[in-house]
């Protein structure tokens, strides 16, 4: 039974059984269980719930918090789990969820990101990898169901997989950007434009690998989903002139002396494609490349289909988005990148083979530094800084050949993250701290990778939160839990990763 501290009215039951109770009081109000801990507070309007207000538990630990407008849920709310971890945000509007809602797992790491309007599930939704807080899918609701096309991640970023949805039901699934076992690029590969918004996804480049080379048809797309160019490889080879992709009407023009001056072709009557422009003695002097009349580059396209020397690149609305060089068709040299507005967005080298070297930078749209990063032979290789917007180091490590190795400064979140890498994978002892406070979060190690030996974690006040052990990547023996007090509230046993006894008591398989 809940007691009412002042204004004599009997408990406050709609927080804890779901029914409101009519009341004539007014003002602040806190409740409270028969042990003196306060159950809730908050403000009262002509007998109903409305402001700000708090839940607990029983353990006086935070259950909820968040506003009332117009006795409606509004704005965001807080909710807790029992030993003090987040375990929900949910964003409201006159009482239902509207916004995305945000979900925690027992360690406090993000889990989901799910978008509602009026209490259903809407647009799309991003699930984690909770140990590295990296995308594992995204799918996309209507009126509460997956539908369409949704996306699974490999942990290193990769889509790898493209499902199928209809009402909600999985319909197919089909696999991407694989690797057989020796390592090398197999079966259908698709890539995706990185600067469109988070959760549209653009093919940029699709096609087939058989142990490593490319065979079939490769087909590139624009930042639209309007298709560049079909090119036919065979064991890694371009098929010159292949006679099924000749289907584009093709123009010329001449010099005095009947050699071709232009050779330009059209698609229902606009450019597109690669135009050429030849001297009078047929050597390529320059090209562009169209798209139903939106020119997408100018250079020099040799007589293999290759852009050679100096090269511009186009925005499809005309604005310029990167110029550099080209040498066999793969970019060399300098390159820079833009942004619609003309600032620049990247700048870095290449070598010959279109492989990053040196260092390469990247910038805001205000022009201060994103990112700092050097490239050997086409992998990273050296020190990685990355900043915020304030000029703040989020990011600082090191790669040898492509690989994340040494020390790393991880800020994610509410956290930064420090330790070690050997060859890509964490390595030795790891530790997080909060952003704000700069206690410890976190501290446990790793070996190759997987977690391994003790790991901990903590409260902002320092006091332990979760305490258990790992071997070779399993949860292992008993994991204890506390309280923001540090008092011990929840045992659970594992054996090879499996929960087989909380506080104590055999769990039913």
Not at 23 to 31: K, N, P
Not at 373 to 384: A, L, T, V
Request: neutral net charge; hydrophobic residues 25%.
């Amino acid at each position: 039974m809940l007691k009412r501290v002042f204004l004599g009215i009997v408990a406050f039951l709609f927080f804890h059984i779901g029914q409101s109770q009519e009341t004539d009081s007014t003002g602040y109000t806190v409740f409270r269980y028969d042990n003196g801990i306060i159950s809730s507070e908050g403000y009262f309007k002509n007998g109903k719930p409305n402001g700000y207000w708090k839940t607990y538990y029983p353990n006086g630990n935070l259950k909820s918090k968040g506003n009332r407008k117009n006795f409606k849920l509004d704005s965001l709310w807080r909710f807790y789990r029992e030993d003090g971890a987040l375990e929900q945000e949910i964003n409201y509007t006159a009482g239902k969820r509207n916004g995305y809602t945000y979900n925690y797992n027992e360690e406090g790491l993000l889990v989901s990101k799910i978008r509602y309007d009026d209490d259903v599930k809407q647009g799309w939704a991003t699930f984690y990898f909770p140990e590295r807080r990296n995308k594992q899918y995204e799918k996309k609701f209507v009126d509460g169901k997956v539908e369409g096309e949704a996306y699974e991640y490999s942990k290193d970023g990769r889509v790898i997989a493209i499902l199928k949805y209809e009402k909600g039901f999985l319909q197919d699934r089909f696999e991407i950007n694989r690797y057989n076992p020796k390592k090398k690029k197999t079966g259908l590969w698709i890539t995706y434009h990185d600067d469109i918004e988070e959760t549209k996804k653009v093919k940029q480049l699709e096609g087939r690998y058989v142990n490593g080379l490319k065979n079939g048809y490769f087909r590139e797309y624009d930042r639209n989903g309007e298709l560049l160019s079909t090119t036919k490889y065979v064991n890694g080879e371009v098929v010159k002139n292949a006679e099924e992709l000749m289907n584009v009407e093709v123009k010329q023009t001449f010099h005095d002396n009947a050699q071709v001056e232009w050779e330009r072709t059209y698609l229902n009557g606009k450019p597109h494609g690669v135009w050429k422009k030849f001297n009078d003695s047929g050597q390529v002097i320059s090209g562009k490349i169209y798209d139903k009349g939106n020119l997408l580059g100018e250079g020099i396209i040799d007589e293999e289909g290759l852009k050679q020397g100096p090269w511009k690149e186009y925005y499809q609305t005309g604005e310029l988005r990167a110029e550099g060089e080209y040498l066999d068709g793969a970019r060399y040299k300098k390159w820079k990148f833009y942004f619609k507005d003309g600032s620049l967005e990247q700048q870095g080298t290449y070598l010959a083979g279109g492989k990053p070297h040196g260092m390469w930078k990247w910038y805001y749209e205000d022009g201060d530094i994103l990112r700092e990063e050097y490239f050997r032979n086409g992998k990273e290789d050296g020190e990685i800084l990355e900043y915020d917007e304030e000029g703040n180091v989020v990011v600082k490590g090191y790669y040898i050949n492509g690989l994340e190795d040494g020390e790393w400064t991880i800020i994610s979140g509410k956290y930064k993250e420090v330790g070690k890498f050997i060859e890509g994978m964490r390595y030795g002892e790891w530790k997080h701290y909060y952003l704000d406070t700069e206690e410890l979060a976190f501290e446990g190690s790793f070996i190759d990778g997987l977690p391994d030996g003790k790991h901990t974690y903590y409260y902002d006040n320092g006091k332990k939160m979760l305490q258990g052990k790992y071997q070779a990547g399993l949860k292992e023996g008993v994991w204890k839990r506390f309280n923001r007090d540090g008092i011990l509230i929840l045992t659970n046993e594992y054996e090879g990763g499996q929960n087989v006894r909380i506080d104590g008591r055999k769990i039913k398989q």
